[in-house]
């Protein structure tokens, strides 16, 4: 059952992504498709993840272990400031919630 309120999470932080990188592509910036691209690609991957761990596979759960815990890193030794804690708090919730949830994924009857 945590499970569940995991995913929905990991849904609406892809929705964030999605927002992020069509909020890119209207701004007068030269990094514009850069950072569109990576929003996109964070959102699919993040919702691909998502799907994947509502079937409780457990290389869902190790991507998306790994992927939050890159953006904390990568967050964090990137200058931080004010507008980094979009994206730093997320991670750091999901990441959370993904070490709650391990004993489902990883105990019991689980495929993958």
């Known amino acids: 059952m945590r499970l569940r309120h995991l995913v ?9 992504w999605l927002v992020f990188a069509a909020s890119w592509l209207f701004r007068d910036s030269d990094y514009r498709y850069f950072y569109a691209t990576n929003g996109l690609g964070y959102a699919v991957v993040l919702a691909m993840l998502g799907y994947y761990l509502n079937k409780k596979q457990r290389w869902a759960w190790w991507g998306a272990v790994i992927l939050t815990g890159l953006s904390i890193l990568l967050t964090i030794f ?12 997320p991670a750091v919730a999901l990441f ?8 489902e994924v990883l105990g019991g009857k689980v495929r993958g």
């Open 78 to 89: 990137d200058q931080i400031g004010w507008f980094d804690l979009a994206y730093l708090v």
């Open 8 to 16: 929905i999470p990991m849904y609406l932080i892809a929705a964030f």
């Open 96 to 103: 959370y919630m993904l070490l709650v949830v391990r004993k």
